[in-house]
Nanobody, 127 residues
Framework: QVRLVESGGGLVQAGGSLRLSCAAS????????MGWFRQAPGKEREFVAA????????YYADSVKGRFTISRDNVKNTVYLQMNSLKPEDTSVYYCAATDWRTVLARTTTPNAYDYWGQGTQVTVSS
């Protein structure tokens, strides 16, 4: 019941920043836990961050903790991923995802926890 569209990807130098956006169309955006995943060529899809329905709690992969910030605006039906201090190993296609599973965020770190996915946006970090 929700369509997700990512934007904001691009090419940046190591140490730079990008902010990704995920716009959701649907009746009740605030009922979904939202997550960000990334997938590099030849690798499995990797959890990046998740945010609770209200936005009051967040959860991050160790690889991005302290550098990335997930946030959401339930009025604008949008979730964001602010990425700072980018590294070449952050290069991936980044995907936005939504789940109506009512659970703790630590249980939403695998792709099969999510019901809806965006098309992805490419992030490339040059060394």
């Amino acid at each position: 019941q929700v369509r997700l569209v990512e934007s904001g990807g691009g090419l940046v130098q190591a140490g730079g920043s990008l902010r990704l956006s995920c716009a959701a169309s649907g009746r009740s955006f605030s009922t979904y836990i939202m997550g960000w995943f990334r997938q590099a060529p030849g690798k499995e899809r990797e959890f990046v961050a998740a945010i609770s329905r209200s936005g009051s709690t967040t959860y991050y992969a160790d690889s991005v903790k302290g550098r990335f910030t997930i946030s959401r605006d339930n009025v604008k039906n949008t979730v964001y991923l602010q990425m700072n201090s980018l590294k070449p190993e952050d290069t991936s296609v980044y995907y936005c995802a939504a789940t109506d599973w009512r659970t703790v965020l630590a249980r939403t770190t695998t792709p099969n926890a999510y019901d809806y996915w965006g098309q992805g946006t490419q992030v490339t970090v040059s060394s």
